[in-house]
């Protein structure tokens, strides 16, 4: 029977633009006061679950073995591969999403037409800004920013928003091939970015934390800093709004980081993360105030 302790599949559904559009309505109608923020991102993700059935996921089809092996040494699957975004369909998407932002967000950046005339828009030099991107070139985006007066927040939130969709299109074959068992470290088993936000599932309260980038859950333990592994409870607390228990906050001491948290038994319903990440905005801004910073740039802001 021991084999049987060894192994940990996380089922993890996939949300329709419905399951969205759903979301976003009920949403609405809690906090009426974040309507206009949940209208633009409710686009910004259907737009997204558009894209991602676009890409093509052919050269991540790695079997189970290899997802085995990669995970026991310790490393995200996708640590392997590079450069396999489209630069059409990124141009694409970007140009799409930048008509939803100018439309929808309360900044209106009507900088970002700029930004699309840029040689580093163009499409085969978009290898080199996915390239600088994921090293954290910092000055390349600066020094790009400066010379098209375009805010670098919404330059970097653009750039995260168009990648978001590619990466979760490939983790989505990888993820039933992880076995869980080989991982519970703090950072994406597929590509190795940070959790920007968790939740407690209904069924059993197990603990997921989620990618800010390609949206695979993974597992961890209940009393554990998903930042810094910290497990001394005497440095770890949690505050929740006294009318919205469902809706955590856990604080770590040890790192000062903070990490947002939706207890499903408590809210009563299975939610989508990255739709709970907008509707709990006002709990960044109390744990901003308390001290505390995000584990992960949460993609839902400009700066
Ligand atoms: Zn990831
Ligand atoms: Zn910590």
Redesign the pocket.
């Known amino acids: 029977m021991k084999g049987v302790f060894a192994i940990l599949k996380l089922e993890q559904k996939i949300p329709s633009k419905k399951d969205i559009e759903g979301e976003i309505k009920f949403y609405k109608k809690k906090f009426p006061t974040l309507e206009g923020i949940l209208d633009l991102f409710g686009s910004i993700f259907e737009l997204q679950i558009e894209y991602a059935d676009k890409v093509d996921v052919s050269k991540f089809d790695f079997s189970e073995d290899k997802v085995t092996e990669t995970l026991k040494e310790g490393k995200p699957l996708l640590l392997t591969k590079k450069g396999e975004i489209s630069p059409e369909l990124f141009r694409e998407l970007f140009i799409r999403l930048a008509e939803i932002v100018k439309e929808k967000s309360l900044q209106k950046p009507v900088a970002l037409d700029k930004i699309l005339e840029a040689d580093e828009l163009k499409s085969k030099n978009i290898g080199l800004l996915i390239e600088k991107f994921e090293e954290g070139d910092n000055s390349f985006f600066e020094s790009l920013s400066k010379e098209k007066d375009i805010n670098k927040d919404v330059l970097l939130f653009m750039i995260t928003h168009t990648l978001s969709p590619f990466y979760e299109a490939y983790s989505k074959g990888l993820r039933p091939k992880i076995n869980h068992h080989y991982w519970g470290k703090e950072f994406c088993p597929v590509c190795g970015n940070r959790s920007y936000i968790m939740r407690l599932r209904k069924e059993d309260g197990l603990k997921l934390l989620s990618c800010s980038v390609c949206k695979t859950e993974w597992w961890t333990q209940r009393i554990r ?1 998903a ?2 592994n ?1 497990v001394d409870s005497k440095l770890l607390s949690v505050f929740y709004p006294e009318d919205d228990k469902g809706h955590q906050v856990e604080l ?1 001491d ?2 000062k ?1 903070y990490a947002k948290l939706s207890n499903e038994k408590e809210l009563g319903r299975d939610v989508i993360l990255r739709v709970e990440d907008v509707a709990t905005i006002h709990l960044d801004a109390v744990a901003k105030k308390k001290g505390y910073s995000p584990i992960a740039q949460p993609p839902i802001e400009m700066n």
């Open positions: 800093c930042f810094c910290n770590c040890k790192c980081k």
